[in-house]
């Protein structure tokens, strides 16, 4: 029987420490990495991490010192990799399958935003919004495509054991 991701669980993180261990419990877990997202704030001041050009392999993540170097490992196995400018709020990391969404809010120019791209992928102009909002604040958005019910409780419970905030579950359109 064949099954279909059409169901997400998102959340958002804080800190970075608490994105690196959501991402490797992720990992840990047996989810398929394909399936995982990322998009956060490229924090080009403390030299954290850096990711090459326009590129959306993994190896172009370079990372810097302390917590970059944790931070570009966790990203590094991470499909889809990749910078975002997004106009009007800057430069972000994004990676799975949220990247074509987005990437197509970047090349819309000043119309194009973040809230646009998660619109594209089903969310609420009210939730995409107010996703943006946090994303705009600094924190992480990472979001998991699920094929049954085990796995959005397996990834909330991920979430949840993470103190990670916002943790909900919605059906998503394909972002291609």
């Excluded at 970047?106 to 619109?119: N, Q, R």
């Excluded at 992928?121 to 939730?127: A, I, T």
Aim: glycine share 16%; net charge negative.
């Amino acid at each position: 029987m064949a099954t279909t991701h059409d169901t997400a669980v998102f959340c958002i993180s804080d800190t970075r420490e608490k994105t690196i261990a959501i991402l490797n419990a992720l990992r840990a877990s047996g989810l398929r990495e394909s399936e995982i997202s990322l998009v956060m704030p490229h924090d080009d001041g403390g030299g954290d991490i850096a990711i090459e050009g326009a590129t959306k392999a993994p190896e172009g993540a370079a990372t810097g010192a302390g917590s970059g170097m944790v931070l570009g490992g966790v990203l590094g196995w991470m499909a889809g990799i990749g910078a975002l400018a997004i106009p009007g709020l800057g430069p972000f990391i994004a990676a799975g399958p949220i990247m074509a969404a987005l990437g197509g809010a970047a090349i819309g120019g000043a119309s194009g935003s973040i809230a646009g791209g998660l619109i594209g992928l089903g969310f609420s102009e009210y939730e995409a919004k107010q996703y943006e909002g946090y994303l705009k604040e600094g924190n992480a958005l990472i979001s998991v495509s699920v094929a049954d019910s085990d796995e959005v409780s397996k990834v909330k419970q991920i979430f949840k054991d993470a103190d990670a905030d916002h943790i909900s579950a919605q059906g998503v359109n394909d972002a291609d």
